[in-house]
């Protein structure tokens, strides 16, 4: 049964990693007018490898300095991040590292991937219950 399902649990992986990112993400967009707040994210794709075993040197560009780990407890499926603080673009005179047309196409884009993985993680499903059913 494990080469079954380790297709899912490889989708399940994501979706936690996908959520967590939507929280963080939604936590820069609510703070956007805060001053001096600092942009946070993570890279997905390293802490994807990572989750799977098989941790990656890459790193994105517009994350900088490590942060300390999630201020909530993710739970106990979800894969650790590594939150970093988010280089500013364009500096403010108050120190808000947000910008909010990044965080807002950083939003979308995260709602788009966390839709697909759960229609694959669907159709998955469906093609194990077709065949256990034998249709």
Not at 13 to 32: F, G, P, T, Y
Not at 58 to 77: C, E, F, V
Not at 93 to 119: C, I, K, M
């Amino acid at each position: 049964m494990n080469p079954i399902t380790a297709q899912i649990d490889r989708h399940a992986q994501a979706l936690s990693l996908l959520s967590e990112r939507q929280k963080v993400l939604a936590s820069n967009i609510a703070n956007a007018d805060t001053p001096g707040f600092q942009a946070r994210d993570f890279d997905f794709s390293q802490a994807l490898e990572q989750a799977r075993g098989n941790p990656s040197s890459s790193m994105s560009s517009t994350i900088a300095k490590p942060t300390a780990p999630l201020a909530h407890d993710p739970g106990p499926n979800t894969p650790t991040v590594n939150l970093m603080w988010r280089t500013a673009g364009q500096p403010t005179p108050d120190g808000n590292t947000v910008d909010l047309d990044r965080e807002r196409a950083n939003f979308a884009d995260n709602s788009l991937r966390y839709e697909a993985t759960l229609r694959f993680i669907n159709n998955d499903v469906k093609t194990i219950l077709s065949a256990i059913t034998g249709q």
